[in-house]
């Protein structure tokens, strides 16, 4: 089973500032990863699909990257509603289509 | 506008049985994979289980292998979860998906609470 380790696993940020999050796979998952926000309460949504392409109606803030082993999510600037927490996903060798632990974004 | 609605949820006790239902549409279910995530109490997402379009590919993670069912109804844009002998680590909302290439349409969930 790949196992898929988000860091960290709160990052503390403020309004306007940029965001790097990490995702590592125990072993390569190619481009096949997916980045999802979750808000208190919420569903998760699907924000990036195949490493770095944006889902529908996904803010140009947002951007993914890495192929094998390490990825990254990153938001430009931030915004009030994108404080959440963050999961990525592997889809390569399935099952399971593994979850990393979550990265909670949170106001400094 | 597409929608996922799951229903079925509640309290069982440690053994028992319940059977959760994920009404889809505003999109062509019988050409989607469909997908069961679990979400404990404070905790982060956990991958159930997933069916394909005609119901040909099944997976189950281990956790529910043996106790869990997923089954799909095209006619009726419809999947389900049968899920049996259910124990307290299985409480969790429990989200219907779509899609693998990335889940891009999610239920609001069902809650599920095993408790004597």
């Known amino acids: 089973e790949i196992v898929m380790t988000q860091s960290p696993a709160t990052l503390s940020v403020s309004p306007g500032e940029r965001a790097t999050l990490s995702c590592r796979a125990s072993?390569?998952?190619?481009?096949?990863l997916a980045w999802y926000q979750q808000k208190p309460g919420q569903a998760p949504r699907l924000l990036i699909y195949?490493?770095?392409t944006r889902a529908t109606g996904i803010p140009a803030r947002f951007s993914g990257s890495g192929s094998g082993t390490e990825f990254t999510l990153t938001i430009s600037s931030l915004q009030s509603e994108d404080f959440a927490v963050y999961y990525c996903?592997?889809?390569?060798?399935?099952?399971?289509?593994?979850f990393g632990q979550g990265t909670k974004v949170e106001i400094k | 506008e597409v929608q996922l609605v799951e229903s079925g949820g509640g309290l069982v006790k440690p053994g028992g049985s319940l059977r959760l239902s994920c009404a889809a549409s505003?999109?062509?279910?019988?050409?989607?994979?469909m997908n069961w995530v679990r979400q404990a109490p404070g905790k982060g997402l956990e991958w159930v289980s997933s069916i394909s379009s005609s119901s040909s590919y099944i997976y189950y993670a281990d956790s529910v292998k043996g106790r869990f069912t997923i089954s799909r109804d095209n006619a009726k844009n419809s999947l389900y979860l049968q899920m049996n002998s259910l124990r307290a680590e299985d409480t969790a909302v429990y989200y219907c998906?779509?899609?693998?290439?990335?889940?891009?349409?999610w239920g609001q969930g069902t809650l599920v609470t095993v408790s004597s």
């Open positions: 998906a779509s899609g693998e290439i990335g889940y891009d349409y």
């Open positions: 505003g999109f062509t279910f019988s050409s989607y994979s």
């Open positions: 072993q390569s998952v190619s481009s096949n």
């Open positions: 996903q592997q889809y390569n060798n399935w099952p399971p289509h593994t």
């Open positions: 195949g490493a770095s």
